[in-house]
Nanobody, 125 residues
Framework: VQLLETGGGSVQTGGSLTLSCGASGRTFDLMDMGWFRQNPGKEREFVAGIKWLGGSTDYADSVKGRFTISRDNAKDTVYLQMNSLKVEDTAVYYC???????????????????WGQGTQVTVSS
């Protein structure tokens, strides 16, 4: 499956952005999806994940209560709604996909097989 992120940009502290990740391929609805982010010189970190049926989600502690992951399997798209943005949320955000396995949402990048190119999110004070 091929992934393409859109919706990045620049916003001030406290603002909101919604990222979208469109998937090509006929197996999107069988795949768990995740959002990760990365800054130069740092490890790529898990932000949020969602199971293939959409009923189960998981978030990094740093974004709980501010970010919401959702998906629309009819549109082959996963979203990341980001509210109350902070300067430390600045990063390149990546969408990732993996064939669903088990009940746990994967949070390590090596567990995901497909990646988008990334979209830059910049939060300024």
């Amino acid at each position: 499956v091929q992934l393409l992120e859109t919706g990045g940009g620049s916003v001030q502290t406290g603002g909101s952005l919604t990222l979208s990740c469109g998937a090509s391929g006929r197996t999107f609805d069988l795949m768990d999806m995740g959002w990760f982010r990365q800054n130069p010189g740092k490890e790529r970190e898990f932000v949020a994940g969602i199971k293939w049926l959409g009923g189960s989600t998981d978030y990094a502690d740093s974004v709980k209560g501010r970010f919401t992951i959702s998906r629309d399997n009819a549109k082959d798209t996963v979203y990341l709604q980001m509210n109350s943005l902070k300067v430390e949320d600045t990063a390149v955000y990546y969408c990732a996909a993996r064939y669903s396995s088990g009940n746990i949402i994967a949070s390590r990048q090596e567990e995901y097989d497909n990646w988008g190119q990334g979209t830059q999110v910049t939060v300024s004070s």
